[in-house]
């Protein structure tokens, strides 16, 4: 199923999509319009059913887009949305990066993917992997992994990454090079 709303958040328009079925299988936004929310929600529908996740995409209104609204605002803390992720599709890996981050790195803070790698024995680049991959936004705050200089990268526009980071308060890491 396809859950879909709009809110307005700090100024901006906000659409927030799920999909999910018994638990969430996606989630994907959109701070440019529904349009463009249509094609981040066909891109991750392609992302899960490539990963054998099956994937329906009809419409019913659900809670979902309204938690993860009060993700984004901080009346809910990302952990308390983790047991209604559905992790399918999710490699072993992936699953143990996202944990970690959604329990570890609150609000209001951020990690680098360094720092990430070396706490779970990895290499800031599977880090990255992970961070694009994440078929959970928001509620898994890979927006909160940056780059040692700066915010680094984020799927669909580095601009998103620097919304969430202000809403939080973190402005110290939403220019292209940290001061």
């Not at 440019?32 to 891109?43: Q, S, T, W």
């Not at 706490?119 to 961070?131: F, K």
Request: hydrophobic share 40%.
């Amino acid at each position: 199923m396809l859950s879909v709303e709009r809110f307005d958040i700090a100024g901006k328009e906000v659409w927030i999509a799920v999909i999910f079925d018994e638990k969430i299988q996606g989630i994907t936004f959109s701070l440019d319009g529904e349009g463009f929310l249509r094609e981040r929600i066909a891109n991750m529908a392609f992302f899960l059913k490539k990963r054998g996740v099956n994937v329906e995409l009809t419409l019913l209104e659900s809670d979902y887009p309204r938690l993860v609204r009060d993700v984004i605002l901080g009346k809910l803390e990302n952990e308390e949305l983790l047991p209604e992720l559905g992790f399918l599709g999710v490699t072993s890996f992936e699953r143990r990066v996202y944990e970690w981050l959604t329990k570890r790195v609150k609000r209001g803070s951020v990690v680098t993917y360094g720092e990430l790698a070396k706490t779970l024995g990895t290499s800031p680049r599977a880090i990255g992997g992970a961070m694009k991959r994440n078929p959970y936004p928001i509620v898994v705050p890979c927006h909160r992994v940056v780059a040692q200089d700066g915010p680094g990268y984020y799927t669909p526009k580095l601009e998103y990454k620097t919304f969430l980071l202000k809403l939080e308060g973190v402005e110290e890491w939403t220019s292209s090079k940290r001061t």
